[in-house]
């Protein structure tokens, strides 16, 4: 008997440290719980993100422990990469928004359009429809806008705050700015005091694709007699752009 508890606990450590190594190392999956990347990801959304794109740091390993303020193997995220990262206010917390400034850019919104390095991006509008926020469903503008390097997406701008004039910001070395798709529903690197330009050292990894979503307004993994209406079938396996 104490040699097949030895045994099991054996297999379940080992179990646990390959676990704990493929978490570390390669993917990782993340829950969405916020609206604010809506519609490129939903409330409900489960997906993996890629450890090994961008390198590591110390926010790679569990608890982001304090070894290093270094990144190495570090390649540089793409401009549009949707990614996640620990926020600067307090390096714990996992926020997921899309990458809009790299190092050296100037980013501004003017008459509600995004601007990059002094030239409106190019965008076009899509279709007018609701958008949740904080559980609430608010009326907004689609548009697909398309970034200087040829990324393309779909942003939402609500009708009655269509993400106002802002300053420039100037993205500092080895700094990035991120933007939630869901502009007006978004805290971002355009919030200086919260968020702020994020350090290469605090991204976590690129979101790479949806392997389960459950829309919980209507029911959730214990309701399986609501599973035909809640789970989205159509997000199951799809890759995120």
Request: charge should be positive; charged fraction near 25%; aromatic fraction near 14%.
């Amino acid at each position: 008997m104490k040699k097949i508890i030895i045994d099991n606990a054996k297999t379940l450590i080992f179990a646990f440290l390959i676990a704990l190594f493929i978490r570390t190392f390669f993917f990782q999956p993340f829950y969405i719980p916020s609206s604010s990347m809506e519609e490129s990801l939903l409330v409900g959304d489960r997906l993996f993100v890629t450890k090994f794109t961008y390198g590591y740091s110390k926010h790679s390993l569990p608890f982001s422990p304090n070894i290093s303020d270094k990144r190495i193997l570090f390649s540089s995220p793409e401009r549009g990469d949707v990614i996640v990262f620990k926020t600067p206010e307090d390096n714990d917390t996992d926020y997921i928004k899309r990458l809009i400034g790299l190092p050296g850019d100037k980013i501004q919104m003017l008459n509600g359009v995004l601007n990059i390095n002094n030239k409106p991006i190019k965008r076009e509008f899509i279709k007018n429809d609701f958008v949740l926020c904080g559980g609430t469903k608010i009326k907004s503008n689609f548009y697909q806008e398309t970034l200087p390097n040829g990324k393309t997406y779909l942003a939402a701008y609500s009708e009655k705050n269509s993400s106002k004039d802002t300053d420039v910001y100037l993205i500092p070395q080895n700094k990035f700015f991120f933007m939630g798709d869901n502009r007006d529903c978004s805290q971002d690197s355009r919030y200086l005091s919260s968020v702020g330009y994020v350090d290469k050292i605090n991204l976590v990894g690129k979101a790479q694709i949806l392997f389960f979503s459950n829309n919980e307004e209507i029911g959730n993994l214990f309701t399986f007699w609501k599973w035909h209406k809640s789970i989205r079938f159509n997000r199951i396996l799809k890759f995120i752009k």
